[in-house]
């Protein structure tokens, strides 16, 4: 850590919670260019409570609703790649019934609590935030060498005590598993970056080894958190939100839903074939909570549950190119994948890191490729799938994500796809692996 200590923001607050009215959200559409990113959801009610850099635009999932509300009064949404709860958030505040899926436990845990979080009383949940500072401030708890190295890199002692008996104070009195409680963890999930002194990166991994100069007191952090959850309360109650979302923690490989549940419209963003680590970030968290004590556990604990789209996963698994390429589920594009992973086998082994990028894509293909076939299961005929999606170049070897998944799910059983392109990534050279130029945008698939 270092030697020199934070300089800690001025909170000016003279009551505990100072509620005031929420400043209604920009409204217009949502730029194209940023449909698959989070950032514009930091400034809307509900979805701004914990950040999450996986998400994508709730304002364009808003706009997709709205086009498809003209041509069906009533219909039922799926996310299977649910996150945060960015889909379901705004299904709930456009009153359209729907179903998510997220392995993630800790990402689950949180939209859950969103979405549980919308029918509550806010003046009992005020009175319930005050009763739950109080008492955590009157509870000590000493750092020891017992406390797990991350948290000692990431905190400030006298930060971390005082986060300690925040948590302490939540495990013996307060959690009790329902709306109100699940959102208080909520809460102290999402003071834990604010107070942190360490950096982090742009995709949310915490960074130890660099601190930030000015953090916020975890006292201050939770006021101005409860302030901000009160606020959008207040604005999405009078807004009609209604909780009309499931999530359910269930792989969507292989999911389950309530029998007599048929889906119309399928909104979502997969994880991308990029090499990011969704378990990784959320270690920061999840230690926290005592969910993990090191890296080491991140594949247990969740690795194993998620698409196979980074190479910590592939190799861990020690998974085998040829018996993944020889899944009849990837017979449609076998030709052509097969080709990019024995190139990626090859150009691996001129790498230093030599990372596992020629299994990590089979196993991803093959993971989408039964996706889609559950999806086939669950969606009615003439159903419409929209999946966010961007290409890949691992160690510069390009992976066709678009027209691949688009036939995979043709072999599923879906009609037809196309692609729509919303921008270009990878085009600024400077500090790149590779110069192979990428696209984002959505894969729009008709059953």
Known sequence: MSANRPTYLSIEQPSLFDVSPFKQAANGHAKDERSGTFVDNMKLPVHRWFRYSAGFSAEWVQQVLNDYHQDQAEFTVLDPFAGSGTTLLACDAAQVPSYGFEAHPLVYRVAKAKSAALSLD??????YLEEFITDALNCHVIVDDNIPPLLLKCFEPEALEKLLGFKETFLTKYDAGDAKSELLWLLLTSILRPSSVAGTAQWQYILPNKSKSRVIDPIDAYKIKASEILDDLLYVQHQQWRPLSTILPTDARTPTLPHDVEI????????????????????????YWGDVSGWSDLQEQVRQYLIRSCSQHSAAERLELDAL????????????????????????????????????????????????????KLCRDGSTLCFVIGDSAPYGVYLHVDQWLGELACAAGFKKFWFEQTR??????????????????RLWIEG
């Open 122 to 127: 806010t003046g009992a949940l005020k009175e």
């Open 264 to 287: 119309d419209l399928v909104i979502t963003s997969p994880p991308y074939p990029n090499n990011y680590d969704y378990a990784d970030a959320t270690r920061l968290e999840m230690t």
């Open 325 to 376: 390429l020889a899944d009849e589920i990837l017979a449609p594009i076998h030709k052509e994948l097969s080709a990019a992973c024995h190139q990626l086998a090859q150009v691996r082994l001129t790498k230093g890191g030599r990372k596992t990028y020629h299994t990590m894509a089979a196993a991803y293909f093959s993971d989408l490729g039964y996706v889609f076939r559950a999806l086939r």
């Open 424 to 441: 270009e990534r990878n085009t600024k050279w400077k500090n790149r692996k590779h110069r192979v130029p990428l696209k984002e945008g």
